[in-house]
C-alpha cells in the first residue's frame, strides 16, 4: 500500500514539473489533469509521443521559386493540418522539392543561423493579430516548438514533413492566413 501511494505521489510530483511527458511545463493546473497524465504515462510510453501529428489531406496548397542561402529551386508547401487544441493550435505541412535545390536548412528560420521553421507565422485578418511559433520558455536561450531543419536540402521530388505550434486565434476565428518564408502566405487556410 504504501509503495503504491509512493508511487503514485512520486508520478504526480514528476508530471507537475515536466519530467514525465505529457505534463506541464509551467505550473499551475488542476489536480484532475495532473492525475488523467498520471494514468497515461502508467499506459503510454515516452518513446512512442510523436513529435507533431501527422495528417495527409491536404487543406492549402502554394508553389513558389525559392532562393535561400545560395540555393535556387521550386518547392511545393501543402499544409495538412491547422488544429486548435485548447489554448494552441498545430499546423502541419509539407515542403516538396519540384525543381532545382530547396534550401529548409535555413530558409525558414528567423536568422542566418536559425535552423528552424520558427519564422512561419499565423496571420488573422480580422482581429489584425500575427501569432509567432510559440517557445519553450521566455529567455534568450528558449527554443521554438516547432521543426528542425539543420541539414535539409531538398533534390527533385524529395518531401520534407513538418509542423509549429502557436497560441490558438480566438474560437471564432475559422480562417486565417499562413505566411512561410521562401514561399509566401497561403490564404484562407481553415482551422479544425
Excluded at 13 to 38: F, H, N, Y
Excluded at 146 to 151: I, M, Y
Aim: proline content about 5%; hydrophobic content about 35%.
Amino acid at each position: 500500500m504504501r509503495k503504491t501511494i509512493a508511487l503514485a505521489v512520486t508520478a504526480v510530483a514528476l508530471t507537475g514539473c515536466g519530467v514525465i511527458p505529457g505534463g506541464q511545463r509551467s505550473g499551475g493546473g488542476e489536480s484532475g489533469q495532473a492525475q488523467q497524465t498520471t494514468a497515461r504515462t502508467e499506459t503510454t510510453p515516452a518513446t512512442t509521443a510523436p513529435a507533431a501529428p501527422q495528417q495527409t489531406q491536404v487543406i492549402a496548397s502554394r508553389e513558389a521559386s525559392t532562393t535561400s542561402g545560395g540555393q535556387s529551386g521550386k518547392a511545393r508547401v501543402d499544409i495538412t493540418g491547422l488544429k486548435r487544441q485548447g489554448r494552441t493550435a498545430t499546423l502541419t505541412w509539407t515542403v516538396t522539392a519540384l525543381d532545382g535545390k530547396v534550401n529548409l536548412h535555413n530558409g525558414m528560420g528567423a536568422g542566418p543561423l536559425d535552423m528552424t521553421v520558427s519564422a512561419v507565422s499565423l496571420i488573422d485578418p480580422v482581429n489584425a493579430k500575427r501569432y509567432r511559433v510559440a517557445r519553450n520558455g521566455t529567455n534568450a536561450d528558449s527554443e521554438c516548438v516547432c521543426s528542425k531543419t539543420q541539414g535539409q536540402f531538398l533534390e527533385n521530388g524529395a518531401t520534407s514533413s513538418l509542423y509549429a505550434v502557436f497560441a490558438a486565434p480566438p474560437a471564432d476565428v475559422t480562417k486565417i492566413n499562413v505566411e512561410m518564408p521562401m514561399i509566401g502566405v497561403l490564404t484562407d487556410v481553415p482551422i479544425s
